[in-house]
């Protein structure tokens, strides 16, 4: 979902073009700039989803009566079954329960590992593996709901009118594309001096939606009704 309060592309290159003296874009035209944005903006994603900032957390639904995705008995890949969610660069957590089930508090943690264990199937999962950027099951004897927290992408921006997808990108993207077009000009000095610009500003914008993020609540998860609960 977007948010409307997100930074434009236009508000990006206007942050840019005051880094390099151009506010009419009499020289850098948004032709010019757009690819150094999108450049920076890839950059900016990595560093969001390397401090696990939380706009690229996303979460299949847990709402009640909503499922949540269908993996079939036997199914042993999420990316084959046809079910792995647009976007996901990571997984975090998979979580099982019966199909057919509509209770949140139903859903049980699967237990991620490096490579699956030999274990002989049976009506539960278990266990999960992220490997060549596939999630990995040995697969169950009964249909399965699967809920999934993964880090996501965000939208790569396409004209001046996308958005940027976070807040205060501009801090970051905006210096940070004048150094890329100042190195490309072979202005070597700008360049390093705007990319310690948005070095600096790259910091003080993770760091505030860490503290943001620590400030998050975490709700314990209540005891298990009684049959629920798996013995490995």
């Known amino acids: 979902m977007v948010n409307p309060n997100d930074p434009t592309v236009a508000i990006v290159a ?28 890839k950059e900016l994603q990595v560093q969001l989803s390397l401090n696990d900032i939380a706009v690229v957390r996303v979460q299949v639904t847990n709402a009640p009566f909503i499922s949540g995705l269908h ?38 943690d699967m237990l991620r590992m490096p490579w699956l264990p030999n274990y002989t199937q049976n009506n539960f999962l278990y266990y999960w593996t992220w490997q060549q ?45 004048a150094s890329l077009a100042c190195y490309t000009t072979g202005d070597v000095k700008k360049g390093q001096l705007f990319q310690g610009q948005a070095d600096k500003n790259l ?8 503290k943001n993020d620590q400030g998050t609540a975490v709700r314990r998860r209540a005891y298990r009704r009684t049959g629920r609960v798996r013995v490995y």
């Not at 390099?20 to 690819?35: M, R």
């Not at 976007?87 to 957590?93: Q, V």
């Not at 596939?134 to 001046?160: C, E, K, V, W």
């Not at 910091?203 to 860490?210: E, L, Q």
């Open 133 to 177: 950027e596939d999630i990995l099951f040995l697969g169950a004897t009964t249909d399965r709901d699967i809920q999934i927290r993964y880090r996501t992408s965000l939208a790569t921006p396409l004209n001046m009118n996308s958005t940027m997808g976070f807040l205060r990108a501009e801090l970051y993207v905006g210096p940070r594309a």
């Open 71 to 108: 993996l079939l008995a036997g199914q042993t890949s999420l990316s084959a079954a046809g079910l792995m969610p647009i976007g996901l660069i990571e997984p975090i957590a998979v979580n099982e329960r019966d199909w057919g089930d509509t209770t949140p508090e139903d859903y049980l």
């Open 203 to 210: 910091d003080m914008v993770i760091r505030s939606n860490v």
């Open 14 to 41: 206007k942050s840019t073009r005051q880094y390099l003296n151009d506010i009419d874009g009499i020289t850098w035209t948004d032709a010019h700039l757009l690819p150094y944005i999108q450049e920076a903006h």
